[in-house]
């Protein structure tokens, strides 16, 4: 049975990343080239993805002839309203769908790695709040998860259902996983391409991709990327600072993570060249995408 296969009312989660790209060209290829009628291609915008990111989703709408549709998440009374339909030209670009996320939590709160509101709340819930608004009550969501990410899969096996098996409705798939793709032949797969995503692929890692400070990367990585463009450590900075001084947090608890140093202080790590991480730490597992 070809995993790719639609049969049904089908959401393609597209994190904006090579391995989910893959995945729904895989989709269209055993779809006789095109989306079915029944499925919806849809990229959640939390206004920290890279610029480059966002051109990759659309260049793949483009070059591939398949709507793809741009969600973000919005403060609204209703849960069921807490979202929008943007474009590309429209999308934020400035981190404002997370930061209305961040003000909107009863009292500001930032996520971390133990509550990790972020990827439910700008990503998974917008999708379900956009597929029931448009009349869908049941359906199946497929996940760019390669057969190389076991502990990823693993985690979803134990809970198929979305939001860690909360929604019952929802039943997530991993079509690369039982189709045995793995990163090298997503990596074999771009370098065959006309166009790719305009990110560094490091042996099959976009450490760039998905938010471009997520508190997920290594410290490491962060602080790399910080070097390498330090007004992008401006935004997350604020956000510390904003929580701080909205719940009167102490330093430590208005952070993204209390286990390593604030985001201003590895800001100036990087301007003084400093190197205070271990090298090989590794990512924090997410489900945001690849």
């Not at 379900?128 to 390669?146: F, H, M, P, Q, T």
């Not at 208005?254 to 991480?277: G, I, L, V, W």
């Amino acid at each position: 049975m070809n995993p790719f296969k639609i049969s049904g009312p089908t959401c393609v989660s597209f994190s904006g990343g090579r391995t989910s790209a893959y995945m729904l060209w895989r989709v269209l290829q055993s779809n006789g080239g095109k989306l079915p009628q029944d499925a919806v291609v849809c990229f959640a915008n939390t206004g920290k993805e890279a610029p480059e990111t966002l051109d990759f989703v659309n260049e793949c709408s483009v070059r591939w002839d398949v709507p793809i549709t741009w969600l973000e998440y919005q403060w609204a009374e209703e849960t069921k309203d807490r979202f929008k339909v943007v474009t590309y030209e429209t999308a934020s670009r400035n981190g404002e769908p997370f930061f209305e996320m961040i003000q909107r939590n009863g009292k500001p709160f930032l996520p971390n790695p133990v509550m990790r509101i972020c990827t439910a709340r700008l990503k998974i819930k917008p999708f379900i709040a956009y597929l029931k608004s448009i009349g869908w009550e049941s359906w199946d969501n497929l996940v760019g998860i390669r057969a190389d990410e076991q502990r990823r899969a693993a985690k979803i096996r134990a809970n198929p259902g979305e939001d860690g098996g909360a929604i019952k409705y929802v039943e997530r798939y991993m079509p690369l996983v039982d189709a045995g793709v793995t990163k090298e032949m997503v990596g074999d797969f771009w370098r065959s391409q006309s166009f790719d995503l305009g990110l560094p692929n490091n042996n099959g890692v976009t450490m760039h991709g998905n938010c471009d400070l997520c508190f997920l990367k290594p410290a490491q990585q962060i602080q790399t990327l910080i070097a390498e463009k330090p007004e992008r450590a401006v935004w997350w900075i604020e956000m510390e600072r904003f929580v701080g001084e909205k719940s009167k947090a102490d330093g430590q608890n208005a952070r993204f993570r209390k286990d390593r140093p604030s985001y201003a202080e590895m800001a100036k790590f990087a301007k003084n060249q400093t190197d205070m991480f271990d090298p090989n730490e590794e990512s924090i597992a997410c489900f945001c995408g690849d």
